[in-house]
């Protein structure tokens, strides 16, 4: 899932070299994508047999592979969340923009409003996460929430499976860039209220059915 993770990510632009999905794994484990390297460069074409087990330390437990440097985003969070199964740290454009802007991120989209409708927390650091203390900040700064903007830097999503993190950051991304393009044009948003998120949520599909689709669009020889 990692994998595919990966591909997912970078074929719709959500990452390019940088930026890596985790999953949990039982016994204060979790399996993440490696460190971008002279061999390890285009996410999607990472293999299984390069991903890292590391612990939550952050110490390599299995795998020929250096963890990325920022891996203490990952071990910080599960630390912090027992609810939380997988995590995906990316570099995306527009939401990346509109953290560094300070401009919310609102519910203007049906279908992805659900995931702002509370405002998305601001961790208001641009360093790189390597070390415990700065992720012990980032999951503080996450709190409850599923997303998280990593100022000047990026975002994390978390879920209890990786394909709903994988979904989360998708669309967080085309919040983003609605919210972007209705301030270009000097418009006024209309933010979506809570009983229509609340009716479209109970009536539209799962994210199971958003991911089945991503999955599938992305599939495919390497271009």
Wanted: glycine share 6%; with cysteine.
């Amino acid at each position: 899932m990692v994998v595919e993770a990966c591909r997912v990510l970078y074929r719709l632009g959500l990452v390019d070299y940088m930026g890596h999905p985790s999953v949990r794994l039982p016994g204060d484990l979790m399996l993440i994508k490696p460190r971008h390297s002279l061999d390890i460069s285009r996410p999607d074409r990472i293999t299984p047999d390069q991903l890292a087990v590391i612990d939550l330390d952050g110490t390599l437990v299995e795998g020929e592979h250096e963890p990325p440097g920022e891996r203490f985003i990952h071990t910080a969070i599960y630390r912090a969340r027992p609810d939380v199964h997988a995590i995906v740290h990316t570099h995306q454009p527009m939401a990346t923009v509109m953290g560094i802007a300070g401009e919310p991120i609102l519910p203007v989209l049906h279908v992805q409003s659900e995931l702002v409708r509370t405002p998305v927390p601001v961790w208001p650091c641009a360093k790189l996460v390597t070390d415990e203390r700065l992720g012990d900040q980032l999951a503080e700064a996450l709190g409850q929430h599923r997303v998280c903007h990593l100022r000047g830097h990026g975002i994390v999503s978390v879920a209890r499976e990786l394909p709903e993190a994988v979904v989360n950051a998708i669309h967080l991304e085309q919040l983003a860039e609605a919210n972007w393009k209705v301030r270009a044009i000097r418009g006024r948003p209309r933010v979506i209220p809570d009983d229509e998120i609340d009716q479209r949520a109970a009536a539209g599909s799962s994210w199971e059915v958003r991911w089945r689709y991503y999955s599938q669009i992305t599939e495919g020889a390497n271009p």
